[in-house]
């Protein structure tokens, strides 16, 4: 069985900037994985710009954002396996995959990264009533039909949800030429970043209905139309507030689920908020040398943070392998407290925290003008004042690790106040 | 002169900001609604002259990957965009193509190329 230091499951963003980072760091042999049949994951039909404002100080596309990425990992030629399906990792870190050329292949590595990324909810994940014909589409799909293989996937459009693939395209297909009749959304506040509520629907006068939902789909073999109902603020629909929209695609934007299925075979512990594993400073999982990153861990809005989380597990992975095994005292606990959904990372072992380490968070709704508070016990750490905080945009705070040591319990608590 | 409603896309906030003309102010124009200072030049120009960098696929031959992704490498005046994609539209390219070759050359006028945004 052939032996490597790291393995990486996935070449999208996140697999990338860690295999990148590790091997920078000093490991040796690093292994990356895809199951597609080129590197760049999702990024590679994201033709919109908008990536990189952060890492690069510059706008780029989905694509520029890939390629330089892909360009490093080749210059330090790091090994890399295409078309290559990932079956089942042991906690012994025994990877089992699957491709064309070489049948099933076991190999072995001192540690992993996984960097598998998140699935779009489906029309299943939500039920909505109705019939089953064709033409009802994830937006994700359908952007790699429209950018990638150079399908229309319709000319008469409703979108379900306002997340920012959702927005993105109803762009792109207005201006494919398709007429994007409405947006619904059935929470109160739009899920996407205010940059595409204001490039991508605004621009094209399309219009954004919250607190609306579907009800039902109407077609036999290609959907007809759909009922659009108002709901309450329990997201029940309003008897009577229906409206039919005649179309002849539909498109879901309905939310991000971290694709976990292999994590979970390792036997890592999941936080059942995130959907994505539970991991400590070092993006570390429970599991000693199984390391995540990316949107598997949590779903991110913006690429640039998944760079930067990917970053940090490829540099503790290479540390990792090259580690003296060290004795560390017992973990901070984080804690999400009043108004925040969740945060990541779930444990800080102080030890390991040179400078700061950066807590990454949601609240689980809007707020404005109110604080963001890290508490340890009734000891204060970090207050941060906030004129607005949605959902749609994570949070980070950054505490020193001089503040760390003022934490007696071994848990830190943030609230919204 | 021009007056409007603006949505600030500078950060998550997304401040409401009504642009009204006014001679009297240094900068021609007078900003309301924004919480803080970086959003006033970014109004004038959503009222005055709003561009967008336009991003858009042609068609690619003999490649595995049936589209190829470009844009402009400036922005171009929004009310441009759905023209700009008339003239994308009719290009057909052949592979092999660099990142950030141009792919039509300064399109309507504008002054903006569009060029390739990957390499095939």
């Known amino acids: 069985m052939k032996e490597y230091d790291i393995a990486v499951i996935g070449g999208g963003p996140a697999g990338l900037a860690a295999a990148i980072e590790a091997k920078k760091h000093g490991a040796e042999a690093v292994l990356l994985i895809d199951r597609d049949k080129e590197l760049g994951g999702i990024l590679q039909q994201c033709v919109h710009s908008g990536f990189g404002l952060h890492i690069f100080r510059e706008e780029l596309t989905g694509t520029e954002y890939a390629e330089r990425f892909i360009k490093e990992l080749k210059e330090l030629r790091i090994e890399y396996k295409l078309d290559t399906m990932v079956l089942n990792i042991t906690e012994e870190k025994v990877i089992s995959m699957v491709n064309k050329t070489e049948g099933l292949v076991n190999i072995k590595a001192r540690a992993v990264i996984l960097a598998m990324g998140c699935r779009e909810r489906t029309r299943g994940a939500i039920n909505i009533p109705g019939t089953r014909p064709s033409g009802i589409f994830t937006a994700g799909t359908a952007q790699r039909f429209v950018n990638k293989e150079g399908y229309m996937v319709g000319r008469n459009v409703v979108i379900l949800g306002s997340g920012d693939i959702g927005m993105i395209m109803a762009r792109r297909l207005t201006l494919e030429g398709a007429r994007v009749r409405v947006v619904a959304e059935a929470l109160p506040y739009p899920g996407g970043l205010v940059r595409n509520i204001v490039q991508c629907l605004e621009d094209y006068d399309i219009p954004l209905l919250l607190n609306h939902t579907i009800v039902d789909i109407k077609g036999k073999d290609r959907i007809e139309g759909v009922t659009i109902a108002e709901v309450d603020e329990n997201r029940k629909p309003i008897a009577g507030r229906l409206q039919y929209y005649e179309c002849d695609t539909l498109l879901l934007s309905v939310g991000l689920i971290p694709e976990n299925e292999l994590s979970k075979g390792i036997g890592v512990k999941l936080d059942p908020i995130t959907g994505g594993p539970v991991v400590n400073e070092s993006m570390e999982t429970t599991v000693n040398g199984i390391f995540a990153c990316g949107n598997v861990v949590h779903v991110h809005d913006l690429v640039d943070y998944v760079t930067e989380e990917s970053r940090k597990a490829g540099r503790n992975a290479a540390s990792f392998v090259k580690g003296k095994a060290a004795e560390y005292g017992l973990p901070i606990s984080t804690k999400p407290g009043n108004g925040i959904r969740y945060i990541v990372p779930h444990f800080i072992r102080q030890d390991k925290v040179e400078h700061s380490v950066d807590l990454f968070m949601r609240v689980d709704k809007i707020f404005t003008n109110k604080k963001l508070v890290v508490k340890s016990g009734d000891t204060v750490i970090r207050i941060i004042n906030k004129a607005y905080m949605r959902p749609g945009e994570m949070e980070r705070i950054s505490i020193t690790a001089e503040s760390l040591k003022t934490v007696d319990n071994l848990s830190l608590t943030v609230d919204v106040e | ?120």
């Open chain 2, 1 to 120: 002169m021009e007056k409007g409603i603006v949505t600030c896309t500078i950060c998550p906030i997304g401040c409401s900001m009504e642009v009204i003309g006014a001679r009297s102010s240094d900068l021609g124009y007078l900003v309301k609604g924004n919480r803080c200072n970086r959003g006033i030049e970014y109004a004038i120009a959503e009222v005055t002259n709003p561009t967008r960098i336009l991003t858009s696929t042609v068609r690619l031959n003999n490649a595995n990957l049936r589209r190829l992704p470009v844009r402009t490498d400036k922005p171009v005046p929004k009310n441009l965009m759905l023209d700009c994609m008339k003239v994308i539209n009719l290009v057909e390219v052949d592979t092999p193509i660099a990142l950030g070759t141009i792919i039509i050359e300064d399109i309507l006028s504008t002054g903006a190329n569009v060029i390739s945004s990957r390499t095939v």
